[in-house]
């Protein structure tokens, strides 16, 4: 496996020195209870950041079943302009209608891979069994090809820097509608029966699925665990309420991720008014009519 923990060399290099009496955010967290870093504007140099990630390489991998092959054009158009630029990338596509994916001008150094892989009938099972793909395409093919691995929703555009900052052996995102909550308001999946199970007296965040992400040894084992989950629960007749987004949020409060990424990298300003402290949107939701994009 890529070895992810090992200390980078960085080169010198001329940039202001952090003041110890004068934190950079004063509004927002900066740091969880476990101390991992939660990732806001103002609170990290991308130069030195990017001198440590020098030779990475980062698989991005977005499912594009059916209808929401739609999607990809400003998907991989914003991400050429805004995702990791400078680095290697990958961009795994894993879809159905391979025909259907658009040729996109790509940066140096960057590539998309189309995997094909079936559909199913149910937008619920398309969500869920994107684990068991991740987790197959980890052992075949992420685990020798790049670095890090990050799952990304299609239906949504990059709308400002998003960059190695989020790197780090385990990744995930305040889910933008829940950011604020009480834990008893999250909608994790509350019915002891399925494996998503969450009592009310526990829980970190609530973590969205549409952006998360790690070295690809660790996302391998969060996706192989989550859809063993979801085995289970289809075996006992149950399917967690909000699919792979409740098992991915079980599995992160069991193993607490290494960074969290703040709501600026997933946001979706139909549904949410900007607040002050939310100085940049980088990955947003494009609109979407739920019932024609899902259906046949
Ligand atoms: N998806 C897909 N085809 C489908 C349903 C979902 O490719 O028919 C993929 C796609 O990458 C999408 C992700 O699964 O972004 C999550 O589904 P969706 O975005 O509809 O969920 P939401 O963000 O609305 O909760
Ligand atoms: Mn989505």
């Known amino acids: 496996y890529p070895d992810t923990c090992r200390v980078p060399r960085v080169p010198r290099m001329l940039y202001p020195k952090a003041h110890v009496l004068q934190p950079t955010r004063v509004?927002?967290?900066?740091?969880?209870?476990?101390?991992?870093?939660?990732?806001?504007?103002?609170?990290?140099?991308?130069?030195?950041?990017?001198?440590?990630?020098?030779?990475?390489?980062?698989?991005?991998?977005?499912?594009?079943?059916?209808?929401?092959?739609?999607?990809?054009?400003?998907?991989?158009?914003?991400?050429?302009?805004?995702?990791m630029v400078g680095h290697r990338v990958i961009y795994y596509i894993l879809t159905d209608r391979p025909a259907d994916v658009p040729q996109i001008p790509l940066q140096e150094g960057r590539r998309v891979v189309i995997l094909k892989v079936r559909n199913y009938t149910r937008w619920q099972d398309v969500v869920l069994h994107r684990m068991e793909m991740i987790s197959n395409f980890s052992q075949q093919r992420f685990l020798h090809e790049v670095d890090y691995l990050v799952s990304a929703d299609v239906d949504m555009k990059f709308s400002d820097h998003v960059g190695v900052e989020i790197l780090s052996s385990l990744f995930g995102t305040l889910h933008p509608g829940f950011y604020a909550s009480d834990r008893r308001r999250f909608t994790y999946e509350r019915r002891p029966l399925s494996q998503a199970y969450i009592p009310e007296d526990e829980g970190d965040f609530y973590y969205a699925?549409?952006?998360?992400?790690?070295?690809?040894?660790?996302?391998?084992?969060?996706?192989?665990?989550?859809?063993q989950a979801t085995l289970i629960d289809k075996a006992n007749g149950i399917e967690a309420v909000w699919h792979e987004e409740s098992h991915l949020n079980k599995y992160l409060l069991y193993h607490k991720p290494t960074k969290v990424l703040s709501?600026?990298?997933?946001?979706?300003?139909r549904m949410l008014r900007k607040p002050p402290y939310l100085r940049r949107l980088r990955y947003v939701a494009v609109p979407k009519n739920h019932a024609q994009i899902r259906s046949r």
């Not at 927002?28 to 103002?42: C, K, Q, R, S, Y």
């Not at 020098?54 to 990809?72: D, E, H, M, S």
């Not at 549409?210 to 996302?219: D, P």
């Open 27 to 83: 509004d927002v967290l900066l740091m969880t209870p476990w101390f991992a870093p939660i990732i806001w504007d103002g609170t990290y140099d991308s130069a030195i950041l990017n001198a440590q990630f020098k030779n990475t390489t980062i698989g991005v991998v977005v499912f594009a079943i059916k209808k929401y092959v739609v999607f990809l054009k400003l998907f991989l158009e914003t991400a050429e302009k805004y995702f």
């Open 263 to 269: 709501p600026e990298y997933v946001w979706d300003e």
């Open 209 to 227: 699925a549409a952006l998360y992400g790690g070295s690809v040894a660790e996302v391998y084992r969060l996706a192989t665990a989550c859809h």
